[in-house]
């Protein structure tokens, strides 16, 4: 896949999809292509966040360790979905483990260039706000399903 591509598919993403190619390109260009085996971590729960991950190819679980100690997958993400903001964004240890499901291609984005980003397209500040606060709510329709609420 060719930045051309990268661009195409970083356009299908809602946090960019008002953003002008030319500066998508750019973000492209300076973001890097990490491929992840099946199984392999992104990152894991509790590691300090140093970058958000666009995925281009590929499935992958998303993990939070129960009191437990048990793993308990609480999303899946594919092409398209971005993964690691939260740390970055609130300066936090990650919150949950990111593994592949499949081969899993990648833009790794800095916590540098997504900040650069956020300032010169306020609109990408507003789209992580909905994208938040989506995960938000379903989180908590979860914990009350859960709670038999």
Request: charged share 25%; aromatic share 6%; proline share 3%.
């Given at each position: 896949?060719?930045?051309?591509?990268?661009?195409?598919?970083?356009?299908?993403?809602?946090?960019?999809?008002?953003?002008?190619?030319?500066?998508?390109?750019?973000?492209?260009?300076?973001?890097?292509?990490?491929?992840?085996?099946?199984?392999?971590?992104?990152?894991?729960?509790?590691?300090?966040?140093?970058?958000?991950?666009?995925?281009?190819?590929?499935?992958?679980?998303?993990?939070?360790?129960?009191?437990?100690?048990?793993?308990?997958?609480?999303?899946?993400?594919?092409?398209?979905?971005?993964?690691?903001?939260?740390?970055i964004l609130?300066?936090?240890?990650?919150?949950?483990?990111?593994?592949?499901?499949?081969?899993?291609?990648?833009?790794?984005?800095?916590?540098?260039?997504?900040?650069?980003?956020?300032?010169?397209?306020?609109?990408?500040?507003?789209?992580?706000?909905?994208?938040l606060a989506?995960?938000?709510?379903?989180?908590?329709?979860?914990?009350?399903?859960?709670r038999g609420?």
């Open positions: 896949m060719g930045l051309e591509q990268e661009v195409e598919v970083l356009r299908r993403i809602p946090l960019f999809q008002n953003i002008e190619p030319s500066k998508l390109k750019l973000m492209a260009f300076a973001s890097e292509r990490v491929t992840f085996a099946d199984g392999a971590a992104l990152f894991d729960q509790g590691e300090e966040g140093d970058a958000a991950y666009i995925v281009l190819e590929g499935t992958a679980d998303v993990r939070v360790t129960a009191d437990s100690g048990e793993p308990i997958t609480v999303a899946q993400v594919a092409s398209n979905d971005i993964v690691g903001e939260i740390a609130c300066n936090v240890p990650r919150t949950a483990t990111v593994v592949a499901t499949s081969e899993l291609v990648t833009l790794k984005i800095t916590k540098e260039l997504f900040f650069r980003m956020v300032q010169d397209f306020p609109q990408i500040g507003i789209e992580v706000m909905r994208v989506h995960r938000l709510e379903t989180t908590t329709r979860q914990l009350r399903a859960a609420g």
